[in-house]
């Protein structure tokens, strides 16, 4: 079965500092790997994916497949970063962009 | 481009009523999804729609039903709500992979 797992569910950093959400994952084929976030009264929205390799925001994610991990990271936080984020599987078993999401980590970003 | 609206944004009932909420999109998706979430347990699938009259149980269905008679429209009912159904939930459709979500709709089951 495919799990996603994120290991924080509260992270807090100062404004300058960099930031690595943690997430890892279980699946026994070739998945496709998803960060969203919620923002304060926003809809969840994509921030980035493995595939397309782009930096959102200046945050970027690389799958590393031999540790099953799709951490994200940003060099220097920004208090606007503060949301929450949240780590998604797509694979096979998921037709249809079906995602198993992790269970969420809440960013704050402190002045 | 009102994109994918669900209503009530809010809705307080009693346990043993029956609730729908109602999603409803303009993009024409093929897919539609319900997803509750609740803290320590993140985005949970309920059901999910892969085009008109076609359905399919998601990781926690029990209690919860769906219809789609129409590709734009993705109602979800409680049938008889309980409390453990005190949730925010959300619907999505998809393109291309990505999932686009609704505002949510905080349901709380008294």
């Known amino acids: 079965a495919q799990r996603v797992t994120q290991p924080e569910k509260l992270l807090s950093v100062f404004k300058g500092a960099p930031v690595e959400l943690k997430c890892n994952y279980s699946y026994s084929g070739s998945p496709e790997l998803f960060w969203y976030v919620q923002y304060s009264r926003q809809r969840l929205q994509l921030l980035l994916r493995h595939i397309s390799r782009e930096s959102i925001k200046g945050f970027t994610a690389d799958l590393n497949k031999g540790e099953t991990s799709f951490h994200l990271k940003k060099p220097f936080a920004q208090e606007e970063d503060s949301a929450m984020y949240y780590c998604a599987l797509s694979g096979p078993e998921t037709s249809g962009s079906r995602l198993t999401f992790g269970e969420g980590t809440q960013l704050t970003v402190n002045p | 481009d009102a994109g994918i609206t669900q209503s009530p944004r809010y809705k307080i009932t009693e346990t043993g009523r029956q609730v729908t909420l109602m999603c409803h999109q303009t993009w024409s998706h093929s897919y539609m999804f319900w997803y509750r979430q609740d803290l320590g347990h993140g985005l949970r699938l309920i059901y999910y729609?892969?085009?008109?009259?076609?359905?399919d149980k998601g990781e926690v269905p029990d209690g919860y039903v769906v219809s789609r008679s129409k590709t734009e429209n993705f109602p979800l009912t409680l049938e008889s709500a309980t409390r453990s159904q005190t949730s925010v939930y959300f619907c999505?459709?998809?393109?291309?992979?990505?999932?686009?979500f609704g505002e949510g709709s905080r349901l709380t089951v008294l």
């Open positions: 999505a459709s998809s393109r291309t992979g990505e999932l686009f």
């Open positions: 729609s892969a085009a008109a009259d076609i359905t």
